[in-house]
Nanobody, 118 residues
Framework: QVQLVESGGGLVQSGGSLRLSCGAS????????MGWYRQAPGKQRELVADISGSGIPRYIDSAKGRFTISRDNALKTVYLQMNSLKPEDTAVYYC????????????WGQGTQVTVSS
């Protein structure tokens, strides 16, 4: 059973920074595309950023220039560095692992709360 464990959430003031981490208990971590999603109250879960096994990142427009996704395949960990945080970034952030070939194999973490105060 694959487990994803997120950490690093918390309360921060507007303009502050947080770094989220997600550790994966999975074999062949490097063939999983890893993503960070978020879900604010009353809203649908949305993709924030993802990164391929080879390290190619993608971001939603609101994250570009402020967030950086990275991964350490040796540590089986993906990170999301979030700078210049805004109140609208407040949400539960989830980590997702999706097999790059067998896309039906995908796993979610339990989520970590990020709250940005104005």
């Amino acid at each position: 059973q694959v487990q994803l464990v997120e950490s690093g959430g918390g309360l921060v003031q507007s303009g502050g920074s947080l770094r989220l981490s997600c550790g994966a208990s999975v074999s062949n971590f490097n063939i999983y595309n890893m993503g960070w999603y978020r879900q604010a109250p009353g809203k649908q879960r949305e993709l924030v950023a993802d990164i391929s096994g080879s390290g190619i990142p993608r971001y939603i427009d609101s994250a570009k220039g402020r967030f950086t996704i990275s991964r350490d395949n040796a540590l089986k960990t993906v990170y999301l560095q979030m700078n210049s945080l805004k109140p609208e970034d407040t949400a539960v952030y989830y980590c997702r692992a999706q097999h790059a070939i067998l896309s039906s194999l995908n796993y979610w973490g339990q989520g970590t709360q990020v709250t940005v105060s104005s």
